[in-house]
Structure formats: structure tokens, C-alpha cells
């Protein structure tokens, strides 16, 4: 387990939305690198970087079409590099996104599979053996090529599915994991991963981890998957980080995940917290969060003390948390971000409360997601300071609203939402109760009109973190006794007699004596 994951709080950048500062109106490599300072001083030290490889941008990145080489638009190999090399220089960490699920259609491997004599390449993907058998439960395209074939999708029909073969098989052309073709399939990925580490990624997310093997209904022959690219990571490269997009952490960790996300879908019901009609966080009091307490309870344990689980504010796949989080609810949330255990990950923008645009026409696959990319907001100057480019030139419009967060207005104001941020990562830094790897133990679970409390623990030291974003007090029995408050947003809580009361809409962490 790399060491550095230890404390890693992490940023995540989607770099066509960042800055851009060659006018093209798209962000770059260059900006990246011209804001490590800003992030670095917020207190985050890894970053996580959306797709970047070359692509026809379909699918915003996640189509790729040439995995060794960037997208011109956002530089060159070269300009990656020193971005990892400068992130290093701040003590900071870069992870890639890895999408091995599928590529573009106009990958090389997938032209070379579409042809009809027999090539390295024509068990790459996955094909059926007639035009007229589409693949059962997936789409597909046909008459696409001289091939008597369908090749099966993973979502858009821009995007065939690569082939790591089948674990129930029930036609001729299902092949299992270990035969030849998806054996190469996975040797071609770990090539891959051997670049970019070799380069100085410090390791990937996966997009879509829990996909790769096909019928695979309880994910055994997928854990096992990844547990061979365990195995080649732990020989060749063993301070390289992973982080999975499978929201089940008791599958994706014991196949040899590092790290795993809670999702927006899925069993861990993260939902319940930010984005639904009536989320935990909010003033009403009408919010539950203890069924996403039962889950994470459940999920911890099965995952076992080494994994760890990742709450996002959010990512490039869901609506942004100030869309259902408002006002000081999203200091609240914060609190609660950055003080929970595993690996916290919160997406650009966030840390202003950026806005999610509605109405925009889809840009590059976005469809529903597209209010949540839109471009960084800087300061007060043409384009948010995102870009010189012309307004119309943008790639994608940015929130049109004058009272739009900026990162220049809010780093002139102590009690902005970005200081808030920045002073809780800064908490959590200094104190080991706080950190990735610590214990927790819930005391209230914050069902409707609760407060929601835990116990977080590291050696000697055990903090109470207690949260309550109602508008009327809460209380709660506990066992404890509440020492020094380390930190307090919207009034104390008391103890009597057993009974912790808490303020309405305020945050605590307390030594516990």
C-alpha cells in the first residue's frame, strides 16, 4: 500500500474546463501547471485528472484513440510530464484516468479488428460471429465492415467494448478470460499503465472497473482480473496508486484496489447526503442519512482495514452539490467531507460552490452531466478568467450569472466556503483522528431531524465530529465526555447529564476526554 495515500486529500480536474492559456478556448496542461500553487495551498497534495489521451471527444475523453499519446488541444507528452514533475516538486501526486472498458471507433486496434482476415487484433473486442446475432443484453454495431459480425458497446455506439472475455459463457463466440484474446487484451492495458507510470503518473482511476469481464454475475472472474494487475503493479511499480469506479468497495478492494468511490448509483446511498429532493444536508430536517450509515458500516467491514472509501463532492458524472446544497449547508458538508476516513476527493469548482448550469446544450457527451463541466471561474475578468479566447469561441458556455462564485472574491472574504475548505483540509492534516486510514465509530446516525456524530481515533487521540443541518437543535445520547472544541461553525454543542445537545445548522469536533 503506498504510503503517501496515508494523508492524500485529492483534487479533480477536468482540464478541458480549467484554465486555458493558449485562447483556444479549451483548458490545458499549461493551465494545470500555472494553478498547482493555488491547489497546493488549499491544502490538497494529489490531483486526479480526467482523460487526456487522444480522441475524437464523443464521449469528453472516454472514447480514446491512441492511449500513448495526449490530445493536441492539451498540449504534449512533453507538457504532461512537467506537470507531473512540477506536482512532484510541490510534494503533490498525479493520478490518470484509465478507461480499459472500451475505445473509440477510431482506435488502430479497432480498424484492425473490423477487417475480415484473421489479425492480432480480431479478438481485441468483442464480435459475434454473425452480422445477424447481436450480443444478448448489450448494444452493438453491424454492417460496419467486411466482418461477419456485431461488436458489442459499453454505452455509446462510438465505444466497443474491449475484450476481457466472458465468466458464463452460453454462445460459440464468448471466450473465457484466460484464452488468447482477452489474455492479450489485458497485457495490452498493463502496457499502458507501464507508460504513464513510467513516465511519473502516480497511478490511475479506473473508469467503469467493475465492467471488464462479461457475465460475470457475482464479479469473481473480474476481481481476479485485477488482481493479476495487482500483482504486476506490486513487482514493477508498488507506489502506484488505484482507485476504482465500482461503488462496492467489498469487491473492488479485494481485488486489489487501493481505493474505492461511494457513487451516485449503486447500493451506497451517497445520494441521500447531496443530491436528492430532500438530502441530509439541508436546513428542512426532512433529510436521512442513516441508511448511507448502514451501508458504509456494512461496506467498511467487508472491505477490511486496508481499503479505503471515498467520498467525492462530486465528479464530472453528477450534478454539482450546489445544486441541492445551499448556503451554509455546504460548509456543513464539507465538514463532513473532509473529516470522514478513506481517501476525500472533491471536484473543481466545488470549493467555490459552482453552480450547475441548466439548459446547456450537450457538449461532447455531456447530455444531463453537462451543467456540472463548465468552465472554471477565476475572477471577476473576460471569461471568469478562464480564457482570452472570445465568449462565443468557448467550448462550452460558463455559468452567465453576475453574482457567479469566483476564487478572487472568495479568497478576499474569511468566511467564503473556498476558506472554509481550506481550513479543514488544513484540520485534518493536523490531526491523525482525522486522517485516511483512522477508526470511526457512529453515535447518532442523523435519521430525519437527527444530528449525525461519530467518533474518529489514531493512536491516543479521539475527536467527536458532530454535524447537524437543521434549523431546530438535536441531541443525542452519548457515553463520552466532550473535551476541547477543536473546531466549531454555527455555535457549541453542550453536554448534560449524558445528552449532547447541538445547534441548529452548526459543526463540532470536540476531544473526547
Known sequence: MPKWLDNAVFYEIYPQSFLDTNADGIGDFRGIIRKLDYIRDL???ALWINPCFTSPFGDAGYDVADYYTVAPRYG????LKELFIQAHNRGMHVLLDLVPGHTSVEHPWFKESMKAEKNAFTDRYIWTDSVSEPP?????????????????LNFFSIQPALNYGFNVRTRPWQQSPEEEGPRATLEAMMDVMRFWLGMGCDGFRVDMAMSLVKNDPDSQATIALWQKVRAFLDEEFPEAAMVSEWGE??????GGFHMDFLLHFGPSHYNDLFRCQEPFFSDRGLGDASAFVEKYLESREKAGKNGLICIPSGNHDMARLAKFVEGDQKKL???FLLTM?????VYYGDEIGMRFVEGLTSVEGGYERTGARSPMQWDGSVNAGFSAAPRNKLYMPQDPASDRPTVEEQLSRSDSLLHHVQKMI???????????????AFISNGAPGQALAYERGCGEERLLVVLNPCREAAAFSYGGTLGEAVYVFG????????????????????RIK
Request: glycine residues 12%; aromatic residues 6%; proline residues 10%.
Open 491 to 510: 455555535g457549541a454543542a453542550l453536554q448534560k447529564d449524558g445528552t449532547v445537545t447541538v445547534p441548529p445548522v452548526s459543526a463540532g469536533i470536540y
Open 426 to 440: 488544513a484540520l485534518r492534516q493536523a490531526h491523525p483522528a482525522l486522517q485516511n486510514r483512522a477508526a470511526i
Open 333 to 335: 458538508a464539507f465538514t
Open 341 to 345: 476516513p478513506g481517501a476525500p476527493f
Open 76 to 79: 504534449t507528452n512533453e507538457d
Open 136 to 152: 444478448e443484453g448489450m448494444g452493438c454495431l453491424r454492417g460496419i465492415s467486411p466482418r461477419d459480425g456485431a461488436v458489442a
Open 43 to 45: 491544502g490538497f497534495n
Open 249 to 254: 468497495p467489498e469487491k473492488s478492494l479485494r
